[in-house]
């Protein structure tokens, strides 16, 4: 059972502050900044920042996310950026986005435990088009004991073997473990280990 689902995200997502601020996660902006716009599937989207700023770029953007809360404040926002971005309220677990419909899908520290993130990752690739792009930062699992945010639960962190597994039917354009410093917001601050990954769907 996944203890962080939607009662837990409306909990964190009920402040009227944005929990993760409303800047785009610097990763995944550098990697939008060079894709031609299309349409994006952005899932564990929480309060929007990374969809409104692809919405801004003129993608049009799915998000998905567990909490209710985080939509409300993600519309809220597209709403004063004046962009749309469609968002579903949806346990991951349980969604099953179109296949062949994505020029890109994002996952930007989507942390779940691993049996439920295997399948979901199977139907994210399913619904790239041939050529589409998945971008991903998340926490390695050497992120244990750092206080700079991400799930304190080794099964729930990655590392580069099993994103080589999962994702073997992408062709890796990048996949590095790094340590960078975020500033995001309180609950991601600080030094952090972490993986960055771009696949790409190849043509059959």
């Known amino acids: 059972m996944n203890k962080y689902g939607g009662s837990f995200w409306d909990e964190r997502y009920s402040d009227e502050n944005y929990v993760y601020g409303t800047m785009p996660n610097e990763f995944f902006k550098e990697q939008i900044d060079f894709l031609k716009p299309g349409r994006i599937l952005m899932l564990g989207e929480g309060e929007g920042r990374n969809g409104i700023y692809a919405a801004q770029k003129g993608w049009q953007v799915d998000a998905v996310d567990f909490s209710l809360k985080a939509k409300e404040k993600a519309l809220n926002h597209a709403r004063d950026k004046n962009v749309n971005i469609n ?7 349980n ?3 179109q296949k062949n419909s994505y020029d890109a899908a994002a996952l930007i520290f989507v942390h779940l435990n691993e049996k439920i993130r295997i399948k979901i990752h199977k139907r994210v690739m399913e619904a ?6 998945i971008i991903m930062e998340v ?12 799930p304190q639960s080794p099964e729930m962190l990655y590392s580069i073997d099993n994103i080589k597994e999962t994702f073997a039917e992408l062709t890796p354009l990048m996949l590095s473990k790094e340590i960078v410093h975020l500033s995001e917001s309180s609950l991601h601050s600080g030094e952090a ?9 190849e043509s059959k």
Do not use: D
């Open 139 to 150: 926490y390695s699992q050497e992120q244990m004991g750092r206080t700079s945010g991400g």
């Open 193 to 201: 280990s972490v993986i960055r990954f771009i696949g790409k769907k």
């Open 95 to 97: 969604y099953y986005p």
């Open 128 to 133: 790239l088009k041939p050529g589409g792009v």
């Open 87 to 93: 968002y579903t309220v949806e346990n991951l677990e």
